[in-house]
T-cell receptor, first 114, second 115 residues
Framework: NAGVTQTPKFQVLKTGQSMTLQCAQDMNHNSMYWYRQDPGMGLRLIYY???????DKGEVPNGYNVSRLNKREFSLRLESAAPSQTSVYFC?????????????FGPGTRLTVT | GNSVTQMEGPVTLSEEAFLTINCTYTATGYPSLFWYVQYPGEGLQLLLK?????DKGSNKGFEATYRKETTSFHLEKGSVQVSDSAVYFCALSGNSGAGSYQLTFGKGTKLSVIP
């Protein structure tokens, strides 16, 4: 039982390049999330998927797109990377979206955009 | 909107010292409250939670009580260990509507425990 897995662990991009961050969970959770973590800012929600087939914007969605490929997988795409997107990205999942459900986090992807 | 304010770090303590990390929140209704911990190089993991007023969450010697009258959820541990060195995040989640899907995090408090 791997929990939440993310690939890649590290990535360096040049401004304007695109890439997709992959996330998968094996806990049969309905809801999945993408966060970014910046120094002194805590974590901020980029997008979430309450259930398979639905996605919604979070606090900081600009410059990102997401795809809920199936119940297990939720990917985050940067179409044209910018230095402001240098951050650590975390994927998370929860059984349901209600607030009292624990969110389980992946190990993160450290992205640098030069 | 919802917000979480937690004490600035970093915090450095000697082993076996008492720990308090303050957390206050602003939210409508009755949010659920959480403390998450992040060890170096890892993702966040839930440390404890409380879903209604006066609930006490506890785990691994850590405790926090949901105080609605003071809108606070302070984290405490009576005797810290070197292995407790990590970044601690206070968070809240709404209990209804679209907000229930979102965790609002504080900025994190880095704790270092020295032998």
């Amino acid at each position: 039982n791997a929990g939440v897995t993310q690939t890649p662990k590290f990535q360096v991009l040049k401004t304007g390049q695109s890439m997709t961050l992959q996330c998968a969970q094996d806990m049969n959770h309905n809801s999945m999330y993408w966060y970014r973590q910046d120094p002194g800012m805590g974590l901020r929600l980029i997008y979430y998927s309450a259930s398979e087939g639905t996605t919604d914007k979070g606090e900081v969605p600009n410059g990102y797109n997401v795809s809920r490929l199936n119940k297990r997988e939720f990917s985050l795409r940067l179409e044209s990377a910018a230095p402001s997107q240098t951050s650590v990205y975390f994927c998370a999942s929860s059984e349901r979206g209600q607030g009292y459900n624990e969110q389980y986090f992946g190990p993160g992807t450290r992205l640098t955009v030069t | 909107g919802n917000s979480v304010t937690q004490m600035e770090g970093p915090v450095t303590l000697s082993e076996e010292a008492f720990l308090t990390i303050n957390c206050t929140y602003t939210a409508t209704g009755y949010p659920s409250l959480f403390w998450y911990v992040q060890y170096p190089g890892e993702g966040l993991q839930l440390l404890l939670k409380a879903t209604k007023a006066d609930d006490k969450g506890s785990n691994k010697g850590f405790e926090a009580t949901y105080r609605k009258e003071t809108t606070s959820f302070h984290l405490e541990k009576g005797s810290v260990q070197v292995s407790d060195s990590a970044v601690y995040f206070c968070a809240l989640s709404g209990n209804s509507g679209a907000g229930s899907y979102q965790l609002t995090f504080g900025k994190g408090t880095k704790l270092s425990v020295i032998p």
